[in-house]
Each structure stands twice: as structure tokens, then as C-alpha cells.
């Protein structure tokens, strides 16, 4: 009776240590994912946003990129190597544009190509209203890759895919 008592605590730690390793261990996926839900967080602009919050959010947004990112949007015109400053500088200008702004991520596809490379490729939507107050609302395709950078998962590369209409 008392071995069963034992075991059956032995058993219950186990399960438990398993548990708070997968919940408290993210998987590589979930970091990535995770850096998806950070920069969705800074672009995400609200009509009460504050100037001190709006300077915080192009800070944290700069630091998600790796020192140089190669940017590939042909349809906005933006595409080259930029370095984190300049990438936190397009944001506060893309940003100032919208009163309201949104950014969603979904869809994920995860492939880790090679030890500490991740490509990602995903679909993107952007909703908000700008201050001239029209309404925004678009959905893209984006390939990214991710490297992993003294433990951090940044942004090396984002290419938005061009997709055929009807």
C-alpha cells in the first residue's frame, strides 16, 4: 500500500515536471510566432496613442530586426537592405498616416531551413482608418526569414508575395 502511495506520487512529479517544461519551455515555433505577436503589438496604433508610447513602439519594433533586413514590397515601392534605424523610421511614417491601425498575422508555415534559420511564410492583415479617415483593410501574402541571433529570433528578411487577381 505504501509503494502504490509512492509510485503514484513518483508518477504525479513526473507529469507534472513534463507539463511545466511544455508550458513554460516555448518551442523555436512559438518564439518565432512569438516575434509575429510582438510586431503586430508596435504596429498597432490606437486614436488615444500617446507621442511617448508611439516613440516606444518604433523603438521595440527596430529592435526585432537583425542589423541589416532585406525588404521586397515592389507594389509600395519599398524594397533594398535597410538597417534596423531606418526600418524603425519607415514604421513612424507609415504609422502617422493612420489614426487607427491594426496588424494581424495568421496562417502560419513554419520551416526551420537550416540551424537557426526559420522561414516563415504567412498571411497578413492590415485594418485601420486613416487620418483622413478612410478606411484601410488589406490582406498579404509574406515570406519571411528569421535568423536566430545570440538567442533571439530577428527578422532578416520580409518579401510580400504578389498574388494574382481574378
Known amino acids: ?10 508518477v ?16 523555436e515555433e512559438k518564439k518565432v510566432k512569438k516575434q509575429f505577436n510582438l510586431l503586430s503589438g508596435y504596429a498597432t496604433k490606437s486614436p488615444e496613442e500617446s507621442g511617448f508610447t508611439l516613440l516606444q513602439k518604433m523603438k521595440n519594433i527596430g529592435s526585432l530586426f537583425d542589423e541589416q ?20 523610421s519607415y514604421a513612424g511614417s507609415a504609422r502617422s ?4 491601425l491594426d496588424l494581424r498575422f495568421y496562417d502560419f508555415n513554419i520551416v526551420f531551413s537550416e540551424k537557426g534559420v526559420a522561414r516563415v511564410t504567412l498571411t497578413s492583415r ?12 488589406e490582406t498579404r501574402e509574406l515570406e519571411c526569414v528569421l535568423k536566430k541571433i545570440e538567442g533571439k529570433w530577428l527578422f532578416s528578411q520580409i ?3 504578389e498574388v494574382l487577381k481574378k
Do not use: H, W
Request: net charge neutral; glycine share 8%.
Open 97 to 100: 498616416y493612420f489614426s487607427q
Open 12 to 27: 504525479l512529479i513526473i507529469i507534472i515536471g513534463i507539463v511545466i517544461t511544455v508550458v513554460l519551455l516555448p518551442s
Open 126 to 137: 492590415l485594418t485601420g482608418k486613416s487620418v483622413a479617415g478612410e478606411q484601410v483593410d
Open 159 to 161: 518579401e510580400v508575395v
Open 69 to 88: 533586413c532585406e525588404l521586397k514590397a515592389p507594389s509600395q515601392s519599398l524594397s533594398g537592405n535597410y538597417k534596423r534605424e531606418e526600418i524603425s
Open 1 to 10: 500500500m505504501v509503494k502504490i502511495k509512492y509510485l503514484s506520487i513518483g
